[in-house]
């Protein structure tokens, strides 16, 4: 009888042995069994710097012009458009510009105005008591045209070119033509051998006559060129 009391104690203690073996083991597997765990966050990235729109900046005007705005002294012939064949000399200051008129029929007259840029506001009088106001656009270096009104004469115009100076035949320096003209539109024309031509300008065209024939010369648009009937060409080369 005491030796099955002792088994049955025996069997009890190696019971609870197995189940506390059992409860053990459950506990461990439970634990990571890598090291440190892996946490899986979310991040939003940072978008392309293609896909940015660009910072909105204010654009940098320049206030510098693109070349000197040629000065308007010198002799200057109209052709006409209203208001009569005749020959300006303006005289530049700054800004300030005079001129005086010669009509090729005689009359004469004056021109006070002030450079805008490139434009030419202008009031102007003759001796025949008319007079008006507009302004000039310098269009090129020798191309000067706008509208002009007064009282009687709404919608007005005129055009002047700068014909008096220097033009380079066939477009060579060493071939200089040195051109004057007057009021009523009398040309002469020095070679640089010296000889001369002589011709007259109407309205926006010059005739020369050289050895009983005449050429017709007409400038190009922007004036710096004048193409001659007989197949040549001068070039502007300057006032001087």
Request: glycine share 12%.
């Amino acid at each position: 009888m005491a030796y099955m009391e002792k088994t049955d104690s025996c069997f009890r203690l190696l019971a609870i042995a197995v189940f506390l073996m059992i409860a053990f083991a459950a506990h461990v597997s439970a634990q990571p069994s890598g090291g440190k765990t892996t946490t899986t966050t979310t991040t939003t990235a940072d978008p392309k710097s293609t896909s940015r729109s660009p910072p909105k900046t204010t654009p940098k005007v320049s206030t510098k012009t693109s070349g000197a705005i040629a000065s308007l002294d010198g002799k200057w012939w109209t052709s006409g458009n209203g208001f009569g064949d005749s020959e300006v000399v303006f005289t530049q200051n700054g800004a300030n510009v005079t001129g005086v008129i010669s009509y090729a029929d005689g009359r004469t007259g004056s021109v006070n105005g002030r450079m805008a840029g490139k434009r030419l506001q202008h009031t102007w009088t003759n001796s025949s008591g008319d007079g008006g106001s507009g302004w000039l656009e310098l269009s090129w270096n020798n191309f000067l045209g706008g509208p002009w009104h007064n009282q009687k004469v709404r919608d007005g115009s005129w055009t002047l070119m700068r014909i008096e100076g220097k033009w380079c035949f066939g477009g060579s320096r060493t071939r200089i033509r040195t051109v004057t003209h007057n009021a009523r539109g009398e040309v002469i024309s020095i070679a640089e051998d010296g000889s001369q031509t002589s011709g007259h300008m109407e309205g926006p065209w010059i005739y020369l006559e050289s050895e009983g024939l005449t050429i017709k010369g007409d400038m190009d648009f922007r004036a710096n060129r004048m193409n001659w009937s007989s197949g040549f060409y001068w070039n502007w080369c300057g006032r001087n």
